[in-house]
């Protein structure tokens, strides 16, 4: 079973358990058909947080993949669906702006990136796509501000495609520019993610060593990417490394502030090392960004004795 069953052992009905056991297998289409069911009929609320939750990740899988594949009007009309039921999740809202580039919908694909710089202003991609689509669009001055903002917020972006992009503007080749500022997600970035979705296998499996041990790797590479320090911080957790785990998360939360699922898992973490009183300051702070979230929430309801 997933993560969050393993961990809160949720006692749920058949087509509930259909769902999951079809996202567990990846038929992500079955689940969201199962898990959209149990969200229009059960009465119970965190049943109906979880189905909502894993319908969101459902879609979200399934917009990767359909990205991935350069489907990308596929991948607009599953990435709308997660948005639609996580709308505070920025890497969505960025993943979703991507879509809408290929789509040639640059008036939707801007909304998106501002949607995801508005939750997390140090969103780097997102800024740089912001810079680009100026530059493209002949605010040559504002795109150049803003794709320098974002390699000031991740070194990794000012490689050579960076500084030949800048001597082609000054050149006045500004096609020739814009075609290489759009090349600037370097190979670190694609190689730190591969590594990090091997760590996501590992940890599927119950198998919280090598997901660490593939975390660090993918942080080595991209020690800014929130997203993983929150998984290795949840790997961790499993481990029993407390201190470590919540050290992880308050990086995460670092980077973004505003960054749910790595409050939820702090305070866990905190509720476990006995700070009651920091677990519940995360879990309320991350039920007012999310009040849906299935942990924060589930955890605000559990007496503060329960460990």
Partial sequence: ???????FGFDRDELYDRGMRSFD??????????????????????????????TAESYTHLGLRALEQENFDAASTMLKHAVEIHPNFPDLHFNLALAYRGCGRLDLHKIELAEAVAINPRYARAVLFQGIVAYEEGDHETGLELIHHAVSLDANLGGDRYKFGLKCHQDGEYDRAASNFLAMENREARDANAIAKCG????????????????????????????????????????????????????????????VDALAYLGVTLRRQGDWQGAQSAFKEAVNLNPNHPIASYELDRPAQTA
């Avoid at 969200?39 to 109906?48: F, N």
């Avoid at 996501?200 to 590479?221: C, H, I, N, P």
């Avoid at 320090?229 to 949840?234: A, I, L, N």
């Fill in 200 to 259: 996501d296998k590992f940890s599927r499996e119950g198998l919280w060593t090598e997901a660490v041990q593939e975390y660090e790797k993918a942080l080595d590479l991209q020690p800014r990417y929130a997203d993983i320090r929150c998984k290795y911080g949840q790997a961790l957790l499993q481990l029993n490394e407390l201190d470590a785990a919540a050290n992880q998360f308050r990086m995460a939360l670092n980077i973004n502030s505003r960054y």
């Fill in 25 to 54: 297998q990846g038929q992500y289409e079955e689940a969201i058909v199962a898990l959209q069911a149990v969200t229009d009929r059960t009465h119970d609320p965190a049943t109906k947080r979880l189905s909502k939750f894993y």
């Fill in 1 to 7: 079973m997933s993560f969050l069953e393993k961990w």
